[in-house]
């Protein structure tokens, strides 16, 4: 079990922010797809399409802002984008169709990838020599936020009512502003001196772009328990409905429980390759015990979601430990925020393109559909090794000669 708090000082700081503001990210996770399928009256598909489209103009975004907190200081971008996401975020409640949907998703998921391109450089600067560690430590305490706003999220979806969904979406708005004034007691950042060569440095190495695109594509799964599980149990199981806060508090208490052990034995990019393969086995036989949890007495339904739970939990600790690792070990400290954008394109990929594709292929498709995520995971994770061993060639290649001469009309 981790340490609840750091010591006094900019980690605890960072680690009050990153609580207040995942207690606000479990009341959307846990029932955000349910309040506009069952508050707002979206049809599924509609409310894919537009997380969909809110996905894709997140990934234009990370690179950027990234690019933008190593040079302009990350802590007044990183808290910028939280109250962004806190206006965005209130905007929900004014949702009564397709088009106001999509604007106000895209304007929060925007704010989101921004965020995460921005909070990168303060992550390393604050960690010490493993920011990987602490990178893992906040996603303890980050599970630790979304397990009590999970408990407030099972009291909206059995209540039901508009009232209640409601309510859920201003704590949420609530909780990423508060988040913003907390951070603003961070020392400030001094921004970094660039390096020479191509300003988008990142965006140019072919190895790093690859495994940015293999964790994108496992980074689906984090879509599994968040998106098709609340539709699964609610549209295709016998399951009583408060599973749906049942399965999110298994899965987080397991993360605040087992990240920081899984993330010390992820301790190298070999190990992360290892982490990525067993994660793609888990994550195929958890979504084959989803499937076969319709069309079963709701116990024996209940009973097979809950193993489905444990097991593809297993595999999101060992996912996100490797993605740890390989992220930060393969990236330069002077761009830190550059490379840590770009790795945030897969999980844009994965906010973009996710659910719209569970959603067809889980309960659109229904049974046989699982089968086919979890394949997806599989060969995916069984192609990681091969991507980290080329991004480890590169990577020390490029640490170990001269840095070329660029000509001043060459740089972008």
């Known amino acids: 079990m981790p340490r609840w708090m750091p010591d006094a000082g900019p980690q605890r700081i960072l680690a009050v922010s990153n609580l207040v503001y995942t207690l606000g990210s479990g009341l959307h996770l846990t029932a955000g797809v349910l309040y506009f399928t069952e508050a707002v009256r979206l049809p599924a598909g509609e409310v894919g399409l537009g997380l969909g489209i809110a996905g894709l103009l997140a990934l234009v975004l990370g690179v950027a802002v990234g690019h933008l907190a190593d040079r302009r200081g990350a802590r007044g971008i990183y808290a910028a984008t939280l109250v962004v996401q806190a206006l965005a975020t209130a905007g929900f409640v004014l949702v009564d169709g397709f088009w106001p949907f999509v604007v106000v998703v895209c304007a929060a998921a925007a704010a989101k990838a921004a965020g995460t391109a921005a909070r990168s450089p303060l992550i390393r600067h604050h960690a010490g020599d493993r920011p990987q560690q602490f990178r893992a430590y906040l996603r303890a305490v980050t599970n630790v936020g ?81 998106v098709a599980v609340p ?52 994550f195929l036989l958890a979504c084959s015990l989803f499937s076969l949890s319709a069309g079963v007495p709701a116990g024996a339904a209940a009973a097979l979601l809950l193993t489905a739970v444990v097991i593809h939990t297993v595999g999101e600790l060992w996912h996100s430990a490797a993605g740890f690792e390989v992220s930060f070990a393969l990236a330069p400290h002077h761009a830190t925020g550059q490379y840590l954008g770009v790795f945030g ?15 067809a292929l889980c309960i659109t498709w229904g049974r046989p559909g699982w089968y086919v995520a979890g394949a997806m995971f ?35």
């Open 231 to 282: 539709l699964w149990i609610v549209g295709a199981t016998t399951a009583p409905a408060w599973l749906v806060s049942a399965t999110m508090l298994t899965g987080t208490v397991m993360v605040v429980a087992f990240q920081v052990r899984a993330g010390r034995s992820v301790d190298s990019p070999a190990a992360a390759a290892r982490a990525y393969r067993r994660a793609g086995v888990a």
């Open 378 to 412: 599989a060969l995916t994770g069984l192609a990681a090794p091969a991507a980290v061993r080329w991004a480890q060639r590169h990577h020390h290649a490029a640490h170990t000669r001269p840095a070329p001469a660029h000509p001043a009309s060459a740089a972008a």
């Open 146 to 226: 979304i397990s009590l706003g999970a408990l407030l999220a099972g009291w909206v979806v059995q209540v039901g009512t508009l009232t209640a969904y409601r309510l859920m979406v201003a704590g949420n708005a609530f909780a990423f502003a508060a988040a913003a004034v907390i951070l603003l007691r961070l020392p400030p950042l001094a921004p970094l001196t660039a390096a020479g060569g191509p300003r988008r440095i990142a965006l140019r190495e072919r190895p790093y772009l690859l495994l940015t695109a293999l964790d994108g594509v496992m980074a689906v799964q984090f879509k599994v328990l968040t």
């Open 345 to 359: 394109l897969g999980a844009g990929l994965a906010e973009a393109l996710g659910p719209g594709l569970l959603i």
